[in-house]
C-alpha cells in the first residue's frame, strides 16, 4: 500500500535539543499504521506522522506512537508489549 503523502501548509521546524538552532522545515506528513505480519494479532492506531528523509532507519517509532498504542517498552528484557492483549511486537512474529 503507498502512503498518501500531504503538503503542510505551515512548515514545521526540527530544532536541535542543545542550542535550539533550527536545522530542517518538514513540509509533509502522512496517516499510516502497522500491524503483525500475519494482519491479524496486533494492529496499531492509525498515526498522523511527520516525514522525515534523512534518518538512519526508514521509520523510527516515538512517544507518541507508544503512547497512543499503550505499548510498553522493557529494555532490559527487549520487548514492546501492548498493554490491552500481550501481543509483544518484537518477538511475537519472529
Known sequence: MKLKIVK????????????????????YWTL???????NILWRSNIINDLIINYLAYQILLGLT??????LIVNANAETVVDKHNGYDLITSDS
Open 65 to 70: 506512537f507508544l503512547y497512543s498504542n499503550k
Open 8 to 27: 503542510i501548509k505551515t512548515l514545521q521546524p526540527v530544532v536541535r535539543c542543545f542550542g535550539g538552532e533550527v536545522l530542517k522545515k518538514l513540509q
Open 32 to 38: 499510516f499504521t502497522l500491524s503483525s505480519i500475519n
